[in-house]
Nanobody, 117 residues
Framework: EVQFVESGGGLVQAGGSLRLSCAASGFTFDEAAAGWFRQAPGKEREGVACISSSDGSTYYADGVKGRFTISTDKAKTMMYLQMNSLNAEDTAVYYC??????????WGRGTQVTVSS
């Protein structure tokens, strides 16, 4: 069974930065593509960024390009999302899971990111 645990969220002022971390059990990040998703209040969950397990290529949603960076550690046991220049529209619960749409039974609790303006 694959489970993901997110951490690193918090309250930050607009223009600030946060770094999210993702740990997985039953899975390493060299097995399959993985990424970050977010769900804002009243909105559907959306994909934010993905990273390939084979060549490290990345994908970013248009709204975060140039501001967010997805990465994994060398051991492929952790995944990160560096978020810079945060704005109020980035306020959401952030989740990690496999790309492109996530395993249905592997969603964690997520980590709350709140950007104050």
């Amino acid at each position: 069974e694959v489970q993901f645990v997110e951490s690193g969220g918090g309250l930050v002022q607009a223009g600030g930065s946060l770094r999210l971390s993702c740990a997985a059990s039953g899975f390493t990040f060299d097995e399959a593509a993985a990424g970050w998703f977010r769900q804002a209040p009243g909105k559907e969950r959306e994909g934010v960024a993905c990273i390939s397990s084979s060549d490290g290529s990345t994908y970013y949603a248009d709204g975060v390009k140039g501001r967010f960076t997805i990465s994994t550690d060398k051991a492929k046991t952790m995944m990160y999302l560096q978020m810079n220049s945060l704005n109020a529209e980035d306020t959401a619960v952030y989740y990690c899971n496999n790309c492109p749409t996530g395993r249905d039974d592997s969603w964690g609790r997520g980590t709350q990111v709140t950007v104050s303006s």
